[in-house]
């Protein structure tokens, strides 16, 4: 059976629908009915008698499972039904409010229209009162009319009585001038005695003036402490820094920056003076020991040059088998060397790169390079003392190259920073002459920042 068909025709039944149910749906759903009837007329009772018991109890128990699923599978159409009214119900009801909404809306408008009307009543009225009191007006400007002229008799009777009084004014004239004769008399005498009050009041506030401070100073030899003062530092470096203007000094913060700092920074540009003195010095001393660096590392480089040469040299005689040649040779030359060794030690500061190779090149070596014949370098140019030389020899030349690096480094932020020195002093002149406090604070901060890193790192690399 078509139950689709059959919840159809149930919510038709109970209005709920809004598809309709055609004639063929409801001629099919008949022909079913019809059909489901024939067949339980048809169908004639099991003979249970030829099974077993336990064959029919299990028929029995078969039949009632599926008797069950078809009452479940109802049960559940019936819920989906019933769930189905329900909300149909619900939707009755609020459409049911939804109608009494709308006709209590009705009612109010009706009241409003009536509520119209009555103001139009009530604007009629007034109009007509309006009418009344135009006509009250013109009356009342004909009774102003005839007033009018009776006061303009009134205005020339009191002419004539102002004549009378300007007589009478010119004799009180007379005697007023008396009487500011008098009156500047006095006033000059006020003028004397107003200076000398003057004098007394800047006498006054000269001394509470002297009395304040002397109040300020004390007060800031009692509230000096490392913590007001580190508070007070730190928020003007915060307003320095700072994009927003939120942080804001106290009043007692701002005296006691303008103690410390001195009026317009007058003690500010005389500590950025020293510094730029001490700044000038030590820059001289670096610029001398550059100097000395580099003459020093050309030097070296010349004598590490002779020697590379002189190793060439002796490496043809090698080749050559020259060995007594070799033999004189090294007599001759590791004398010089060691001398130069001792001369390394003292001035580059290396004692064990120099013990080293004075351990290398001493005399029990060379006398038994002489005694056995054999160079003191081995027998061939592959030999592996050789081939360590040779990577020392290339080591020494990277190090003096790097050397030469750092010195023309040290020159370039040498120079670097006798421009910054020099910009820091044009700078502190041009502030002499305008001093612009948080302009003075920021590029105080950033230029002796900038300096000190410039000499830490020439100091470093030197």
């Known amino acids: 059976m078509d139950l689709n068909c059959v919840r159809r025709i149930t919510l038709k039944a109970a209005d709920l629908e809004a598809e309709p149910v055609t004639e063929e749906e409801m001629e099919i759903l008949r022909k079913k009915l019809e059909n489901i009837r024939k067949n339980q007329r048809d169908i004639k009772p099991p003979d249970y008698t030829k099974y077993s018991k336990e064959k029919v109890i299990q028929i029995l128990n078969e039949q009632e499972k599926d008797h069950r699923k078809v009452e479940a599978f109802y049960r559940t159409q019936i819920d989906e039904l019933e769930a189905e009214l329900c909300d149909a119900r619900e939707l009755i009801i609020s459409l049911i409010d939804e109608r009494n909404e709308v006709d209590l809306e009705l009612v109010q408008v009706r009241k409003q229209r009536q509520d119209f009307r009555t103001q139009v009543q009530c604007f009629e009225v007034e109009i007509n009162k309006k009418n009344l009191d135009k006509e009250e007006l013109s009356h009342n400007l004909e009774l102003a009319e005839k007033q009018i002229h009776r006061l303009t008799q009134q205005i020339e009777e009191e002419q004539q009585k102002i004549e009378m009084l300007n007589t009478q004014t010119s004799s009180l004239q007379e005697s007023l001038q008396q009487e500011k004769q008098i009156s500047s008399e006095l006033t000059q005498k006020l003028i004397i005695s107003n200076s000398e009050l003057e004098m007394l009041n800047k006498l006054i506030e000269d001394m509470q003036k002297e009395h304040n401070e002397l109040r300020k100073h004390r007060d800031f030899a009692e509230n000096l402490t490392d913590k007001t003062l580190k508070d007070a530092i730190t928020k003007l470096s915060m307003i320095i820094l700072a994009k927003d203007k939120s942080y804001t000094l106290t009043p007692e913060q701002k005296y006691l920056i303008k103690q410390l700092f001195g009026e317009n920074y007058s003690k500010i540009i005389e500590t950025a003076e020293k510094k730029y003195d001490e700044l000038n010095a030590e820059c001289k001393k670096v610029r001398q020991e550059c100097a000395n660096m580099a003459a020093l590392a050309d030097l070296w480089l010349n004598e590490f040059l002779n020697l590379c040469s002189w190793v060439e040299k002796e490496n043809q005689c090698l080749n050559e088998g020259d060995y007594d040649q070799i033999v004189d040779d090294f007599a001759i030359k590791i004398p010089e060397v060691q001398e130069k ?122």
């Not at 020494?396 to 010195?407: T, V, Y």
């Open 341 to 462: 060794f001792k001369e390394a030690q003292k001035t580059c500061n290396a004692p064990e790169a120099s013990l080293a190779l004075a351990a290398r090149l001493s005399v029990k070596d060379r006398e038994q390079s002489i005694f056995t014949g054999r160079p003191l370098y081995g027998s061939s140019i592959k030999t592996d003392e050789y081939e360590k030389l040779q990577k020392k020899l290339l080591d020494q030349k990277k190090e003096l190259s790097e050397l030469r690096n750092k010195l023309h480094d040290a020159y370039l932020q040498e120079s670097q920073m006798r421009d910054e020195i020099t910009e820091l002093n044009n700078n502190i002149l041009s502030l002499k002459k305008n001093s612009p406090k948080v302009e003075l604070m920021r590029f105080l901060q950033c230029q002796a920042s900038i300096v000190e890193d410039l000499i830490i790192e020439q100091v470093d690399d030197q």
